[in-house]
């Protein structure tokens, strides 16, 4: 079985306006550091466009018809100070969030041993009802639980190394003792949320917020002495990733200190977790990374170590 990677020419065209840091240019410096010989074996895919029912399971129909009706016709409409809409985003969110819908189809069925995910607007801030920044429609949540209801598995962990903590993932997991959220962010940074006590409502839910200017050393610990053991406790049927890179020491964004290795580190632990408990099934799909050199590196890093799984 080989690694899949699932993307689509919209999320280019997902235009944020000059100077906004989610831009197109992330998403074609990933998609040409994918295109090396060390990636000759990908199993490149399309990602079809997410149905109305895939997103209705995590966020209301109301509000999936007014991010919708929002999109203009033309040049740029903003949902808040962050959030940019152009006529292409709404294509571009519904291929993101049909992305990760179809990569856990591929690797629940055995078609796929994983899958990567690449493509934007990114998900893990957007809440069941709110979008935020640079988020529409929660991506993973979508497929989290697309993997539930299509799949019949009951336990699926969310694991989320994004510099940013993903509010909309906790807001939607964190009463559902069934779905496992936890996250390593850099702490006192936006959103302002994923606190340490913060628990959810059966123990699913695990925040470490690191101090500025933490590294490797400080990163790894908390995986190892936080994160993975209430992943083993909680013993999932399906691993899935929220991929930011925006810890990276490069990243104009935030000041934490992790490179390209610490990445290949926690990709292969994940590794190692879901050949245990699950079959070896990972999803993972972008989210955030704002040094496009850094971020191309680093995620084709992630890639690369998810092939050797």
Known sequence: MYTSLFSHPSCIDHDTGIGHPECPERLKAVLAALEGEAFHFLDRRIAPRAEIEQLARVHPISYIERVLAAIPAEGHVELDNDTVLC??????ALR?????CAAVDAVMSGEARNAFCATRPPGHHAEAARAMGFCLFNNVAVGAEHARKVHGISRVAVIDFDVHHGNGTQDIFQNDPGLFYASTHQAHLYPNTGLLEERGVADNIVNVPLP??????EFRHAMMTRIFPALEHFQPELIMISAGFDAHTRDPLASLHLVDDDYVWVTRKLGEFAREYCGARIVSTLEGGYDIRALASSCAAH???LMAA
């Open 96 to 100: 993101a969030a049909g992305a990760v």
């Open 303 to 305: 890639v690369q170590e």
């Open 87 to 92: 006529p292409s985003s709404g294509e571009a």
């Open 212 to 217: 500025e200017m933490a590294g490797s050393p």
